[in-house]
């Protein structure tokens, strides 16, 4: 993708690919996170940026409210990518028949 200047960036960022302003540092994301018992192996970690990372937690906290009804007018704002991600970590957990607390 690019910007009419031509400056987008390929990166590892797994929620959003190419990255205007560039992506300097990238950080691991628990799919099911590490504080809803998620295990810390490969198949439950990705790499984002800080804003992907910021954006997916917040969406969990957002799925965790509402004990996992689909999210709609909350996630204007948010990607596909991470929302199929928090959705993901959100199923995933709720599989293991642990009832949010909040
Ligand atoms: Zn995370
Ligand atoms: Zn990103």
Redesign the pocket.
Known sequence: MKTPLGKWWS?N?????S?WPR?HG?MIHHIRPLSWSGPDIASNKVE??P??HTNIHILLDLLSDRRGVPLTDETKGFSRGEIALAQRGYDEWAATGFVPRK
């Open positions: 990166s960022c797994t929620v959003h690919g990255h992506v990238t984002v940026c804003t992907g």
